[in-house]
């Protein structure tokens, strides 16, 4: 059976656990200070699967679901999350999220054998967000016979900025500290220090960074 393994720092409300396999384990490894989990499911459907909290972790009001085998779920240190999802349907996938990263109601999904998504450290990813490195359905070349909508895995690196309602397709890689406006569709490579927005993207400015603070001058 599935099992929590945690040390005395960590706090559970309304917590909820399904499991459907073997070896499957959800570890809090707070060490010296509080995660906090609230109303939150995870659904867990194989073997060999894991999901690690670390510690100062704040999560709320999700849903974890796994089917599959050998799957990776990390919430980094101090990681924030309050609504939404984290989902794999796959064996040998990840989906890694760096600390101090911050996200609210998104959507984070992955799909297909040894496919990931990787978020960096101090992000900070808003309402509607969607992200998902595969279709979950097939488009087949009616010629060759063969499926052309494979996954293809996901990063965005360190200190990215998503804004509302973004939608993050397979294959693409946001550099450092770039901004990504509301409502835009990313479906290519954005590169660091960049303001990226429109559907489909368009980098509308370089060299740039951005703050969590705000620092408007009187």
């Given at each position: ?30 060490q010296d200070e509080f995660a906090f989990l609230s109303n939150t499911l995870f659904d867990i459907r194989g073997n060999n ?86 279709d979950s359905h097939s488009i087949i070349d009616l010629i060759s016979n063969q499926r052309i909508n494979h996954a293809r ?13 973004c939608h993050i397709l397979k294959g693409v890689c946001i550099g450092k500290n770039s901004v990504i406006g509301a409502g ?35």
């Amino acid at each position: 059976m599935g099992q929590f393994i945690a040390n005395t720092y960590y706090f559970f409300k309304n917590v909820r656990k399904v499991n459907y396999g073997s070896d499957n384990l959800i570890l809090v490894n707070t060490q010296d200070e509080f995660a906090f989990l609230s109303n939150t499911l995870f659904d867990i459907r194989g073997n060999n699967n894991i999901v690690i909290v670390s510690c100062g972790v704040y999560i709320a009001d999700i849903k974890i679901l796994v089917s599959g085998d050998n799957n990776k779920i990390v919430f980094g240190e101090k990681v924030q999350m309050s609504g939404g999802c984290l989902w794999i349907n796959g064996s040998e996938c990840q989906i890694v999220i760096g600390k101090h990263t911050t996200i609210n109601e998104a959507i984070i999904g992955v799909s297909e054998k040894q496919s990931s998504i990787i978020i960096g450290e101090d992000c900070m990813l808003a309402h509607g967000i969607d992200i998902r490195s595969g279709d979950s359905h097939s488009i087949i070349d009616l010629i060759s016979n063969q499926r052309i909508n494979h996954a293809r895995d996901i990063t965005i690196d360190n200190h990215i900025w998503i804004a509302a309602n973004c939608h993050i397709l397979k294959g693409v890689c946001i550099g450092k500290n770039s901004v990504i406006g509301a409502g835009s569709i990313v479906t290519k490579d954005i590169p660091e220090n960049s303001i990226a927005v429109d559907v489909p993207e368009i980098v509308r400015r370089e060299n740039i960074t951005w703050l969590r603070e705000d620092v408007s001058q009187s």
